[in-house]
């Protein structure tokens, strides 16, 4: 491989640019409610899981404990999340006023999600979810 083509095979370039991009869109949308593309996505894990640890958070989301924090922090600043200490663990609850604003902005979500299916085709969708999960398991077993 010639060093001029290494970023555009290289599949970490790619994703990591797509990825860009993708949370670009979904931050534009959440814009006017206060809200980034992993503050919304921590506020849906809270609505479809319930009540989580840091750890269990962290584990669903994909997000290493660093990384978590920066996203939930604003989100218990605004008393959207109460983040509570059992023991060892810091458990995390979503408040009345986070349901709220994941009620209005799930819409939004939801909105921009199908603009993007829509334009990029749900058969090709499924089929790129498929290979995303298979490379994830491959990069963990390289490690």
Not at 2 to 14: A, E, K, P, Q, V
Not at 42 to 69: N, V, Y
Not at 86 to 106: A, C, D, Q, S
Request: net charge positive; with cysteine; glycine share 6%.
């Amino acid at each position: 491989m010639s060093d001029d083509r290494f970023f555009l095979l290289c599949i970490n370039h790619n994703l990591k640019r797509t990825a860009r991009a993708t949370t670009q869109a979904f931050d534009t949308a959440l814009r006017p409610h206060g809200l980034r593309i992993g503050q919304f996505n921590a506020l849906a894990a809270l609505r479809q899981l319930g009540d989580l640890s840091l750890k269990q958070m962290g584990e669903f989301l994909g997000l290493d404990r660093t990384t978590l924090l920066r996203s939930i922090e604003p989100l218990t600043e605004r008393g959207l999340i109460e983040r509570e200490k059992e023991g060892r663990r810091v458990i995390l609850r979503m408040t009345p006023e986070g349901r709220n604003l994941f009620r209005k902005t799930f819409p939004v979500w939801r909105q921009t999600q199908e603009a993007m299916l829509d334009a990029f085709g749900r058969e090709r969708w499924e089929a790129m979810k498929r290979d995303c999960h298979d490379l994830e398991r491959i990069a963990q077993e390289t490690k």
